[in-house]
C-alpha cells in the first residue's frame, strides 16, 4: 500500500506521521517511510538544489522539473522495490505537492504539471492521500515558532503563495475523493495523530 502525506507549510503533519509509523510498526506492519524531494542520495542532491534559499533565481518550469526528476528516482531505487516486497510505504510529500506549489502557487497549471509527472511516475498514484489543512497564516506561524525546522526557499514566499498552495492541495481533494481524506490540522497533537492512525488502519 503507498500512502502520501500533503499540507501546506506547518500542517504538523510529518510529526503526526511519525507517531503513526511508529504504533504501525508495534502492531507488525513493515513500514518504508520516506520523504519528497529526497528519500535516496541522488534525489537528495536533487532536493538541495530545489530548496536552497541561495537559487532565488530558478525558473518555476525548472523547479517543476528537478521535482519531477527526484521524484523518478526515488520510485525507482525505493518505492516501487518496497511495495513489491509487499511493504506499505509512507511518503511525505508526493506528486500532489508539486501540482498544489507549481500547478497552483506558481501558476503553471495542476494539468500541466500533471503530464509531466504522469512521464515521471508512469502514472503511479498513491493508494491513499492525507491531507492536513490547515489556514496558511497559522502554518507560518508555527514554522517562525519552530526553531528546529529547516527554513527552505518556499517558506520565504509570500503569504498569497501559501493560499493559492492550500486552496490547489483542496480542490485535488475533490478530484480525488476515492483516494483523499482531509484532516483539520488546526486540532491539537493527539486528535490529529489518532485520525491518522484511525484512517491508515480503517484502509489498510
Known amino acids: 500500500m503507498f500512502i502520501t502525506i500533503e499540507g501546506p507549510e506547518g500542517s504538523g503533519k510529518t510529526t503526526a506521521v511519525k507517531y503513526a509509523v511508529s504504533e504501525l510498526e508495534k502492531m507488525g506492519y513493515q ?28 525558473d518555476a518550469r525548472t523547479e ?5 526528476a527526484s521524484r523518478r528516482q526515488h520510485l525507482v531505487e525505493k518505492i516501487w522495490p518496497a511495495l513489491k516486497e509487499g511493504k506499505i ?6 506528486l500532489d505537492s508539486s501540482l498544489a506549489y507549481q500547478g497552483g502557487g506558481r501558476g503553471l497549471g495542476v494539468d500541466n504539471i500533471l503530464n509531466v509527472n504522469s512521464f515521471a511516475t508512469e502514472e503511479t498514484f498513491p493508494d491513499l ?22 527554513v527552505n526557499r518556499l517558506d520565504l514566499e ?10 490547489t492541495f483542496l480542490d485535488l481533494a475533490k478530484r480525488y475523493p476515492e483516494r483523499y481524506v482531509v484532516i483539520d490540522a488546526s486540532k491539537d497533537k493527539e486528535t490529529v495523530e489518532k485520525e491518522v492512525l484511525d484512517i491508515i488502519l480503517k484502509r489498510l
Open 31 to 58: 513500514i518504508v517511510m520516506t520523504r519528497e524531494p529526497g528519500g535516496t542520495p541522488i534525489s537528495e542532491q536533487i532536493r538541495d538544489v530545489i530548496l536552497s534559499k541561495e537559487n532565488t533565481s530558478m
Open 64 to 68: 517543476a522539473l528537478l521535482y519531477a
Open 89 to 94: 510505504v509512507i511518503c511525505d510529500r508526493y
Open 129 to 150: 492521500t492525507l491531507l492536513f489543512d490547515i489556514d496558511p497564516e497559522i502554518g507560518m506561524e508555527r514554522i517562525a515558532k519552530n526553531e528546529n525546522r529547516e
Open 158 to 167: 509570500e503569504i498569497d503563495f501559501h493560499r493559492k498552495v492550500r486552496q
